[in-house]
């Protein structure tokens, strides 16, 4: 064989296969690992289709994704998708009080227990990036400080922070 037909047999890849993301699955690990007591529903499934995300919660979004995209290896286009369909899930990108003022708080229902578990237990997640971006909060040492009520409070008031905090959850749990 020489080398002519070496290269007359390789196929040249087309640009979309290269670019192509793999096929991309938000149900399972949503309800395994977000939201675990609710079932999904054609309505779900619907609103991830049909809700657009609003301006302020996409700019929350794309922070996030700037900041933790491709943590734990999960990569930063997945990131992206995941914290679009949660916000359309959690609260249709309209309320940021869970309905009977459970304690979740954002357009992704954090909840404040959830966010201070991710400060004990995933450190390593809050580099300098994070910490930049929420130094007027302390940065991470800050935040680990708060108690359950003001966590709750900024997740309330901060959109970056909540996307922040669903990121976390997400590249800490969820499976590529």
């Excluded at 079932?39 to 994704?65: C, N």
């Excluded at 979740?104 to 991710?118: F, G, H, K, L, M």
Aim: hydrophobic share 35%; proline share 6%; charged share 30%.
């Amino acid at each position: 064989m020489g080398l002519l037909s070496l290269f007359e047999e390789e196929k040249p890849r087309g640009l979309l296969e290269v670019v192509s993301p793999p096929p991309y699955e938000f149900w399972n690990n949503w309800q395994k690992y977000y939201n675990t007591i609710q079932p999904i529903t054609q309505e779900m499934r619907d609103k991830v289709r049909d809700i657009p995300v609003p301006l302020d919660a996409q700019d929350a979004i794309d922070k996030a994704v700037s900041i933790f995209g491709g943590d734990n290896g999960y990569p930063e286009w997945r990131l992206q998708k995941d914290l679009e369909n949660i916000g359309k899930v959690e609260s249709d990108y309209v309320h940021k009080v869970a309905f009977n003022n459970q304690p979740e708080r954002s357009y992704w229902q954090v909840n404040p227990e959830t966010a201070r578990d991710s400060l004990v237990n995933a450190a390593v997640l809050f580099g300098k990036d994070f910490n930049k971006e929420f130094s007027k909060y302390g940065g991470y040492k800050g935040l680990l400080k708060k108690s359950i009520s003001e966590l709750q409070q900024l997740l309330l008031d901060d959109d970056e922070l909540a996307a922040a905090f669903a990121a976390v959850k997400v590249v800490q749990t969820f499976e590529d």
